[in-house]
Every structure is written in C-alpha cells, then in structure tokens.
T-cell receptor
Framework: DQQVKQNSPSLSVQEGRISILNCDYTNSMFDYFLWYKKYPAEGPTFLISISSIKDKNEDGRFTVFLNKSAKHLSLHIVPSQPGDSAVYFCAASAHQGAQKLVFGQGTRLTINP | DAGVIQSPRHEVTEMGQEVTLRCKPISGHNSLFWYRQTMMRGLELLIYFNNNVPIDDSGMPEDRFSAKMPNASFSTLKIQPSEPRDSAVYFC??????????FGPGTRLTVL
C-alpha cells in the first residue's frame, strides 16, 4: 500500500508555462512534506518543503501548496525552464527533522522548448 | 567537498550470486540511509543508521538483504542470494541528524 502517491508518471510542459506536479497521501500522521528533484545518473536533491501549519511555501520559481483536508500537495514551477526537466519525488514524514521519509513513485517532467 | 560516494555504479550479476553495494557518507554526517528505487514503488527506505547503529530496518524486504555500518565512514548493503526482482537502483544517503538528506549517485543493479 502506497502511502504517498504520485499518479502522473510523466508530464510535458512548454517552456515558459506553469508546471504543476501533484501528490496525494493517505497517512494523516504525516506532518511535513518535501519535494526532491532527480536528474539522470544522479541522486535526488532536496528542492522545497512545507510544514502542515502552512498551506503555501514559496522559493523563487517553486511554490508548494498543501491541502491537509484533501491530503494533497502540489508543486508549481513558473515559469518552467528546460533545466527543470527531471524526475520529481514527493516525500512525507511525521514531523520536520524526522529521519524516516516516505516517497512517492516520482513524476518525470519534460520541458519542451 | 566530496558528496556521498557509492560503488559500484553499475552491477550486473546472475541470479543466486551475492551482491555487495558500498557507501561512504559525507564526513561529519552521523546518519546513513539505504533506499531502493523502482518504477512501481518509487523510492523506498530500506534501513537507516544513527551513529553506526541500525535504527529502523522495517523496509528491508527479506532476510536475503542485510546492511552493516562498521564505522562512521563506510556502510554495505548485501543481497545473498540475489534474484531478478532485486533489480533496481539503490541509493545511499547521509545527513547530520534530522537535517537534509544528501543522496549518492546510486548503484544500478541488474540481476539476470
């Protein structure tokens, strides 16, 4: 049973447009959420996070939205750039600083020029 | 400053053989994590260590899998005997306590 789900295996977006990656979770004990980005032949790298006390966190072109009642979060990238093409993983944990992260399956984002 | 180092980067072996994956965490990091990535399940945490002590191995799939951390700068993940369904990319990550986890480049394992 997948506690963190990314239902879109892939997403294709035109350069300059907004990319929206979605993530759903089932465990109501999750309190802290993270997004990781992964390029081919490299390990994932941390991108942005959000605590459940917030519903939005912004860092430059990247914004994460959290809807606790729906157990849903999304990552918005605007404007999308070719360098954003990568696999994006959503992850959840019981609290900030918790070491046990539960990851989703990942979404491959392709930005087309 | 070197990141997390994993070896080998690629491993091809035959079913039934023993496989050993190696990891050197970032110096000064006291936590080490082993993950497995598959298409179906994404990234799964297999086991993690704090100060060389295994804390949670609930993600280790079977007794065929074992992990050790004999010192602060080295860890191994062993699969014996290996099976085709073990084919995946295995990542090692390290962190300073509950801070951000830094991942290595991974080992792509293929079991024929």
């Amino acid at each position: 049973d997948q506690q963190v789900k990314q239902n879109s295996p892939s997403l294709s977006v035109q350069e300059g447009r907004i990319s929206i990656l979605n993530c759903d979770y089932t465990n109501s004990m999750f309190d802290y959420f993270l997004w990781y980005k992964k390029y081919p032949a490299e390990g994932p790298t941390f991108l942005i996070s959000i605590s459940s006390i917030k519903d939005k966190n912004e860092d430059g072109r990247f914004t994460v939205f959290l809807n606790k009642s729906a157990k849903h979060l999304s990552l918005h990238i605007v404007p999308s750039q070719p360098g954003d093409s990568a696999v994006y993983f959503c992850a959840a944990s019981a609290h900030q600083g918790a070491q046990k992260l539960v990851f989703g399956q990942g979404t491959r984002l392709t930005i087309n020029p | 400053d070197a990141g997390v180092i994993q070896s080998p980067r690629h491993e091809v072996t035959e079913m039934g053989q023993e496989v050993t994956l190696r990891c050197k965490p970032i110096s000064g990091h006291n936590s080490l994590f082993w993950y497995r990535q598959t298409m179906m399940r994404g990234l799964e945490l297999l086991i993690y260590f704090n100060n060389n002590v295994p804390i949670d191995d609930s993600g280790m799939p079977e007794d065929r899998f074992s992990a050790k951390m004999p010192n602060a700068s080295f860890s191994t993940l062993k699969i014996q005997p290996s099976e085709p369904r073990d084919s995946a990319v295995y990542f090692c990550a390290s962190s300073r306590g509950g801070d951000e986890q830094f991942f290595g480049p991974g080992t792509r394992l293929t079991v024929l």
